[in-house]
């Protein structure tokens, strides 16, 4: 298997991508190539990626997406590591057509364990393909947005651009999707000396 990586400019960031043998193996808004690949299965995370320009056909169907033809993305092949309930998650998801939502518990109903809504979760923030695997077209019941790596303003954005109405106004400018990424690893960052201290004291440590 050989890996190409290519970042391309969207109204949002940067969005790196993976590929080999015309399938997409990664994507993720940042400029940094390393960090996609460094997620990767343990195989392919010691492959020696070529860097290109353009991995058309999957490039040219990002544009249009961003574009406005948003169904563009829809038969790009991709492949990504995981155990099969996440496969069958991400099978799910690309089945939500851009323009509509369904809740974590209608994912995890679909993929056949309606009582695994928690675990559906999970597959969204497991997955690797961001955009192509829709997983930003996954909500809360109730209709509040849940949960976004790339943070709400993105997810926001990206089912507006959908023709999703998520009750804001679409103008002004876009978000940026690698702030989000950085917000989102700062808090973790705050809570883990607060959570390492209360792990601590109920163990008798403190």
Known sequence: MSLLTSTITTPIGPLTLVASDGVLRAASFTDRPTEVLARLDGAARHEEPRPTNDLRPITDALA?????????????????????????????????????????RELASRVGDPSNARVAGFACARNQIVLVVPCHRIVRTGGSLGDYYYGLDVKSWLLRHEGVDVGLPFGGEPPTAMAGAAARQAARRRRRPAADRRRAASRGWT
Request: charged share 15%; hydrophobic share 40%.
């Open 64 to 104: 249009a997406y961003f574009d406005g033809e948003v169904h563009a993305i829809d038969s790009l092949p991709v492949e990504q590591a995981g155990s099969s309930w996440f496969q069958s998650a991400w099978k799910v998801m690309r089945e939500v057509p851009a323009g509509s939502t369904i809740t974590y």
